[in-house]
């Protein structure tokens, strides 16, 4: 089969796609035929070598996490699927294991390829509602869950007023919806260009991205893109006794912040804790959670995605076809 690979550690421009092995499934996992996959940049990192002490990874490696595609076999003990069935959503590299938590590890041979393998048994994987295409569902399997856990972490109340930095993002996309459709006054950070963009999902007031152009006196704050070691500017911004959440590493620490009078949260759900793929799908089908695609590349184009995805600009997701 095809596949988008890297044979070494190093940037995304060593990437090729190239023919693999096709992977089998083994007890309690089903192959997926990939329709369409979605890049993180969790999906460049690995491969980069920064994580290499902690996670070493075996080569040729397959990346990818978010996908959309048809269930092509089920191995031993399998019940949740069955061959022919449509389903999504997000499963980290095998080598990523004791991040996935102690149960129902959502685990994958990489979706960057017109096959994979994935536990079957696991929260972040769902059938794909009938009105969600491939590419919306690819799109917004990371992305949406992220956003979920955010809104369900954050607990916003109507009328309250949230700082979205990031919000031209993945999740940026997926999260300002949400806020909106919960009662908050949305002030996102945006380039001129996609100013439309992000306030037709909802944001009330777009702003660029110095500090010196962040509102004061939030209630809360979500940091998608920004370090978690460099939030002191976005702290400043929230009220006392409001809130800071973040996605991103290092996992902050309290005294990073300067501010012990506002609640720091740390928001990765990779175990489905507050909520998995079913309730992504249902929200999204739903017209609650929209898809936000940027870019649209085909498989044989994956390596250039990899390498755009980090080298350019990108409004909302970039997505593989396959």
Same mark, same amino acid.
């Given at each position: 089969m095809k596949?988008?690979?890297?044979?070494?550690?190093?940037? =995304?421009?060593?990437?090729?796609?190239?023919?693999?092995?096709?992977?089998?499934?083994?007890?309690?996992?089903?192959?997926?035929?990939?329709a369409a996959a979605s890049l993180n940049p969790g999906d460049i990192?690995? =491969?980069?070598?920064?994580?290499?002490?902690?996670? =070493?990874? *075996?080569?040729?490696?397959? =990346?990818?996490?978010?996908f959309a595609g048809t269930v092509t076999e089920v191995g031993p003990g399998v019940t949740t699927y069955r061959v022919g069935d449509e389903i999504f959503g997000q499963a980290v590299p095998r080598v990523l294991r004791a991040m996935t938590g102690a149960t129902r590890p959502s685990l994958s041979t990489g979706s960057l390829a017109e096959y994979a393998v994935f536990e079957a048994d696991t929260p972040l994987l769902a059938h794909r509602p009938a009105g969600l295409s491939v590419e919306q569902a690819a799109a917004l399997a990371t992305t @949406?869950?992220?956003?979920?856990?955010?809104?369900?972490?954050?607990?916003?109340?109507?009328?309250?007023?949230?700082?979205?930095? @990031?919000? *031209?993002?993945?999740?940026?996309?997926?999260?300002?919806?949400?806020?909106?459709?919960?009662?908050?006054?949305?002030?996102?950070? /945006?380039?001129?260009?996609?100013?439309?963009?992000?306030?037709?999902?909802?944001? /009330?007031?777009?702003?660029?991205? /110095?500090?010196?152009?962040?509102?004061?006196?939030?209630? /809360?704050?979500?940091?998608?893109?920004?370090?978690s070691d460099q939030l002191t500017g976005l702290a400043r911004a929230v009220r006392p006794g409001g809130r800071l959440l973040t996605i991103t590493y290092p996992v902050p620490q309290q005294e990073w912040i300067g501010r012990d009078d506002v609640t720091l949260h740390f928001v990765l759900d990779l175990a489905g804790a507050l909520g998995g793929m079913r309730e992504v799908g249902e929200l999204a089908a739903s017209g609650d959670l929209p898809a936000t695609i940027g870019r649209r590349y085909t498989l044989d184009e994956g390596a250039r995605a990899c390498v755009d995805f980090v080298r350019q600009h990108t409004t909302g997701k970039i997505v593989v076809t396959m």
């Open positions: 596949a988008v690979v890297a044979t070494g550690y190093g940037p =995304p421009e060593q990437y090729a796609v190239a023919e693999v092995p096709v992977p089998r499934p083994g007890p309690g996992q089903i192959q997926v035929r990939i990192q690995l =491969p980069s070598g920064t994580f290499r002490d902690v996670a =070493p990874l *075996t080569f040729p490696h397959v =990346p990818g996490n978010d @949406g869950l992220t956003a979920r856990a955010l809104m369900t972490t954050a607990q916003v109340r109507p009328g309250e007023s949230v700082l979205v930095v @990031g919000a *031209t993002g993945g999740v940026g996309t997926a999260v300002v919806p949400l806020l909106a459709s919960a009662g908050a006054r949305v002030i996102a950070t /945006a380039t001129d260009v996609d100013a439309d963009l992000v306030r037709g999902l909802g944001a /009330a007031e777009t702003i660029g991205y /110095a500090e010196a152009e962040y509102p004061t006196g939030v209630d /809360a704050a979500f940091n998608l893109t920004l370090p």
